[in-house]
C-alpha cells in the first residue's frame, strides 16, 4: 500500500498530524473523512484541495467519506470567519447539498464495489433525529465549556480580535462536527478525520468525543490530519480571478477562463501548486521545475498545471477547446472569424473588458466617434487625448482600425450589442449597447 502521509507530506500538504495516526495508515486500510460546507450549489477551487486529498486517499488504498454539511450548513462553521454567517433556508440548503453531492461525484465514484469504495454522507440524515434536550444531554455533557473556549476558532471571537463576539448557535458548531466524526466512527469505521489547517480545533474536538463517548477501549482510537491552507506568493487568497470566485462548474465559471486562472500562475505559485493540484509523480515535477527554471520564459510548468488541473475537473476534450480557444484569442483573427466563434467564446475571452454599458439613443446622440470614445463610454480621458489616439492610427473597433471621422452602423455591434475597442497592442475595452 503506498504511503498516505509521505505522498501528501512531499507535496507539502501536511500542516498538522495527531501522533499514531501515521502508523494506523500505515498498518490498515483506514477510513477517514472529510466534510464539505453547503455555503453554495456548487464548490470552487478551494476545494478542489480535500478532494484531491480524498483521491490520494484513495489511490493510496485507504477508504474515503466525503461529508456533505446539510446539518451543520444550518449554523456555519465560525472557523477563520470574523463575523456570524446568514442562516441558509430548508429550500436552499438542500439545493446547495444537491450541486455539491453532484459535483463530488465527478471525482469520486460512489457507486464502486470495491472494498475500499468511497463513501458519500449527509450529517442531517443523523442530526435531524436529535431534540436539543436529546444532543444536550447525551452530547453536550462530554465536553466541557472550558475545552471548547480554549479553541482559537472560539477565542479570537470572544476576545474581539475578529469581530464582535460569537453566538452560542456557532459556538455549538465544533460540538455538531465533533458528533459527526463519532457517529461516522461508530457507523463507517472512520479512525481520521482530514481538513484544512483552520479545522484542527473543530477535529480535535472529535477525537475528544469519541474518547468521551466510547467505553470500550478498543473503540477509542480516532485521529486528526490537516493541510496547509493555500495562499498565493504575494499573501493575497488563492481561487479568486477578476470575476470572483473560480467555480468547478462550468456554467458558473468556463472551461477557458478555468484553464486561463492555472495558465496565469505566477512562477512561484506554479512550483507549489504542480504539487497540490495534480497526481504528476515526484520525479516528473521536478524535472519540470528544473526545465522552467532553465527556460522560464516559456512558462512550461503553468502549461503543464493548466493542463492537469483542468482535465480533471473538466475532461481532457474540454481541455482541448479551451487550449483552442487560447490559441485563437492570442491569434490575428478577424470580425469575422469572431462572430464565427460565437457569443459564449467572445464573453469567455474578452469578459474581463467589459468596460461601459450604453444605449442606442446615446450612441445616436454623440456628434461622433471621438465623442463616443471620451465622453459617452469614458475611454479616453479627454476628446484630445481621443483626437489624438485615432490620429496616430491606434484604434480599432472589432479588430479594424478606424480614423477620427469614422461612423458606428448597426452592423458593427457584434451579436447585435458589443463593440470590441482596441487601443494600441495591449488596451481592451467592450462597450454592451443596449
Known sequence: MKNFTEELRWRGMVHDIMPGTEE?????????YIGF????????????VPIIILVHLYKCGHKPIALVG?????????????DERNLLDEAALEKNVAGIKRVLSRFLDFNSDEKNAPVLVNNYDWMKEFSFIGFARDVGKRITVNYMMAKDSVKKRLTGEAGSGMSFTEFTYQLIQGYDFYHLHKNFGAKLQLGGSDQWGNITTGTELIRRMNTEEGDKEAFAMTCPLITKADGSKFGKSEGGNVWLDSDKTSVY?????????????????????????KETIE?????????????????????????FVHSKEELDE??????????????EE?????????????????HAEVTKEQLGNAAGII???????????????????LTANAVSVNREKINDKYELSEADFLFGKYLFIQHGKKKNYVITVK
Open 24 to 32: 494506523q495508515l500505515n498498518k490498515e486500510m483506514t477510513t477517514a
Open 37 to 48: 460546507d453547503p455555503t453554495s450549489d456548487s464548490l470552487h477551487i478551494g476545494s478542489l
Open 70 to 82: 446539510g446539518a451543520t450548513g444550518m449554523i456555519g462553521d465560525p472557523s477563520g470567519k470574523s
Open 257 to 281: 477562463k478555468f484553464y486561463q486562472f492555472w495558465l496565469n500562475t505566477s512562477d512561484e505559485d506554479a512550483e507549489k501548486y504542480i504539487k497540490i493540484f495534480t497526481f504528476l509523480d
Open 287 to 311: 524535472a519540470l521545475i528544473e526545465e522552467h527554471r532553465q527556460e522560464p520564459h516559456l512558462r512550461k510548468l503553468q502549461k503543464r498545471l493548466a493542463e492537469e488541473v483542468t482535465a
Open 322 to 335: 479551451a487550449i483552442k480557444t487560447s490559441e485563437f484569442a492570442f491569434s490575428n483573427f478577424t470580425k
Open 338 to 354: 469572431l462572430i464565427a466563434k460565437g457569443e459564449k467564446v467572445f464573453n469567455d475571452i474578452f469578459g474581463e473588458f467589459f
Open 371 to 389: 465623442e463616443i470614445l471620451a465622453d459617452t463610454a469614458a475611454i479616453f480621458p479627454s476628446r484630445g487625448e481621443a483626437r489624438k489616439a
